[in-house]
């Protein structure tokens, strides 16, 4: 147990190490761009868009603070709004799709994939997702009441404190990262060395394989739902270095668990929004199996990937 235990550690701190090298830049330059005009310009940008997909001009800010930042970001601003049960649940869903485009492009970036390729397709799908609820739901037209949500919005004035804010705030999301990924990379050694990883594969691989991914992708694929894609990077690296997955499958994988990933935290989110969940929930599992079910089978036709090409580990990208 102790071999366990200690070649657990081992992986989960190089893996952190490794995703800390793109998260921690990152992190550091975004936040700093909240502090500029940035947010602003991109959002007065953005308005025309809202009023095709049913969203009032300001719910840009939102949309654009979660895309740039995070959810909690984007759920700070729609506490601002005056919303229909139904633009929320427009908004919930689109910021669930496309939050924190920059730094979870780039996990996808680490582990081989096209960083503008993910950023353009969780964009693409949170505005076509947003245009077909506003469409085709005809409900939620009660006025959304809010519950009680903090809503600290950090005041932070001069160069010096906003580089500090900004280091600060990228040191504590690497300092999350490292208390999330080691303790799942030695949960998954003990599981594989103990032979309970079989068992897991077997249980969650009929989800895989419906998405049209091959057994050996199945830890990745729950790491991300459950825990999200910086989260479950970790596990993704790993698995991708330990058992060769195909670039297909990764690619497969990881288009799922952009539209739908680490959907209990980011689901209970939502509750305080007065939003009905359950539909949060499903929309989004619903979008994620479609579109990676379609991309599956044009692959699959026309042959864009090369056949057997695996993902090979490169450090020296970053």
């Known amino acids: 147990m102790v071999t366990t235990l200690r070649k657990g550690l081992d992986v989960g701190l ?20 909240q502090f500029t005009p940035f947010i602003n310009t991109l959002g007065n940008l953005l308005s025309p868009l809202m009023n095709i997909i049913g969203l009032p001009a300001e719910a840009s800010f939102a949309i654009v603070l979660a895309s740039v930042l995070n959810l909690y970001a984007g759920i700070g601003a729609i506490l601002s709004l005056t919303l229909t049960v139904k633009q929320a649940l427009i908004i919930a869903v689109m910021i669930s799709i ?35 609820i506003n469409v085709f739901w005809m409900g939620g037209q009660e006025k959304a009441v809010f519950g009680f949500i903090s809503n600290s919005e950090a005041v932070v004035e001069g160069y010096s404190n906003i580089i500090f804010y900004s280091f600060k705030t990228a040191f504590l999301g690497i300092f999350q990262l490292i208390i999330f990924v080691v303790p799942i990379m030695i949960l998954i050694q003990i599981m594989k060395d103990t032979g309970w990883i079989k068992h897991f594969v077997k249980i969650f691989y009929p989800f895989v394989k419906i998405i049209g991914a091959n057994r050996n992708s199945t830890m990745t694929f729950v790491a991300g739902m459950i825990f999200g894609l910086a989260y479950g990077a970790g596990v993704m690296l790993q698995e991708a270095n330990e058992n060769k997955i195909q670039k297909k499958d990764l690619l497969l994988v990881f288009l799922f668990l952009s539209t739908c990933h680490a959907i209990i935290e980011d689901t209970l989110l939502f509750i305080p929004l007065g939003i009905p969940i359950l539909y949060l929930l499903l929309i989004r599992i619903f979008v994620a199996l479609i579109s990676t079910i379609l991309i599956s089978l044009f692959i699959n036709l026309k042959g864009k990937l090369v056949k057997g090409e695996v993902y090979e580990n490169n450090n020296s990208a970053f």
């Open 14 to 33: 190089k893996t952190s190490w490794s995703l800390s090298k793109v998260i921690f830049p990152i992190t550091f330059f975004v936040t700093i761009l």
């Open 98 to 132: 496309s939050h924190n485009l920059i730094v979870e492009s780039s996990v996808g970036a680490k582990v081989g994939l096209n960083f503008w390729m993910l950023l353009m397709y969780r964009i693409v799908m949170a505005i076509v997702t947003g245009w077909l």
